[in-house]
């Protein structure tokens, strides 16, 4: 498909990945009217996908105040990112040293570093900030864009994928970290085999608080991480892999990817938990894949 659409990153030309399904979620709270979901694009030079058109930061941050609680919890520690956070900061971070954590929700990240660390969160959830400032976290902002101050790591778990810019946003980062200081961001794949299969239609991108989609070759742009050197990459999976599971998720994709409308027709026959009757609109959108290796994480140093 022909488009003038242009990154909105560098400005250069991109490559359309398809359509975006619509959808009527938004963090967990399903809404009266469909939102959207516009098409994937990725640059052809930074590497930066994105989804046009989206809506105003003023609009997602409305949406986002008024999610349901709960929408981001997490029953356990045991994913992969914080794991591995986790062992970076208490090997490469002094105790004692100002940790902050963008959308750090509960704080449920810093249960393990809480006694060893000075532990800061930037959260926009009002139940959420009460329950992390419960447990000693000291919630300075909600609003990321707004904050000052410096610390020594900085972590974003799944955040810069609701950002407008990315580049923007680690600019932001670089400006608060003391030098030397590390940040750890971990998203999602847009170069792995799942999400490059499915494209648009993948459900990571149908997603719709998901406005921007990152790869590792993204941060492999030295222009994309100005100010930092790149320490670490690792890629993962978001659930263990069981291969039952990965072949049913990996079956149900390729059938909406290949024939959506067996797919539509299904998920008005299969008993689920969703009204499909009354939000018709919802069954576009595609299965889940959490057993791929859709994510990863990385790991950047502030240059001295």
Same mark, same amino acid.
């Given at each position: ?5 242009? +990154?909105?990153? +560098? ?6 990945? !398809? ?10 709270? %399903?809404?009266? #009217? ?8 990725? +640059?052809?030079? +930074?590497? $930066?996908?994105?989804?046009? &058109? ?6 997602l941050d409305d949406l986002y105040k008024s999610g349901i609680d709960g929408t981001w919890d997490n029953i356990d520690n045991l994913r992969t990112d914080w794991i591995?956070?986790? #062992? ?24 393990? $570093? $809480?006694?060893?660390?000075?532990? @800061? !969160? ?23 864009? =707004?904050?000052?101050?410096? @610390?020594?790591? %900085? ?15 680690? #600019? ?15 998203? !999602? ?9 499915? *494209? ?18 993204? @941060? ?7 100010? @930092?050197?790149?320490? #670490? %990459? =690792? ?10 599971k990965y072949f049913i998720e990996a079956f149900l994709n390729i059938l909406f990817k290949l024939l959506p409308v067996i797919s539509f027709i299904l998920k008005g026959i299969v008993k689920t938990n969703f009204d499909y009757k009354k939000y018709p609109g919802m069954?576009?959108?595609? &299965?889940?894949? *959490? ?14």
């Open positions: 498909m022909k488009s003038d659409v242009k +990154c909105i990153n +560098c400005d250069s030309a991109v490559q359309d990945l !398809g359509r975006i399904p619509s959808t009527q979620i938004f963090a967990g709270r %399903i809404l009266d #009217k469909l939102i959207e979901g516009g098409r994937l694009y990725k +640059c052809k030079k +930074c590497h $930066l996908g994105f989804r046009y &058109p989206r809506l105003s930061k003023r609009k591995l956070s986790s #062992k970076w900061i208490t090997k490469f971070i002094p105790k004692q040293s100002r940790i902050l954590d963008i959308g750090c929700y509960d704080g449920k990240f810093f249960d393990s $570093l $809480l006694d060893s660390y000075k532990c @800061f !969160g930037v959260e926009i959830h009002d139940e959420a900030k009460e329950r992390a400032e419960s447990k000693g976290i000291k919630i300075i902002s909600s609003n990321f864009s =707004e904050l000052d101050g410096k @610390f020594n790591c %900085i972590t974003a778990f799944d955040v810069i994928e609701h950002t407008e810019n990315p580049r923007i946003f680690i #600019k932001k980062i670089y400006n608060l970290l003391d030098k030397g200081g590390i940040c750890l961001i971990s998203t !999602g794949n847009l170069n792995s085999q799942s999400f490059r299969f499915m *494209g648009g239609k993948y459900w990571y991108s149908t997603i719709s608080e998901h406005i921007s989609f990152l790869s590792p070759d993204w @941060f492999l742009k030295k222009e994309n991480i100005d100010g @930092f050197n790149l320490l #670490k %990459i =690792e890629k993962f999976s978001r659930s263990y892999f069981e291969f039952k069954k576009a959108v595609g &299965p889940s894949w *959490g057993s791929a290796n859709d994510h990863f994480i990385v790991m950047l140093q502030k240059n001295e």
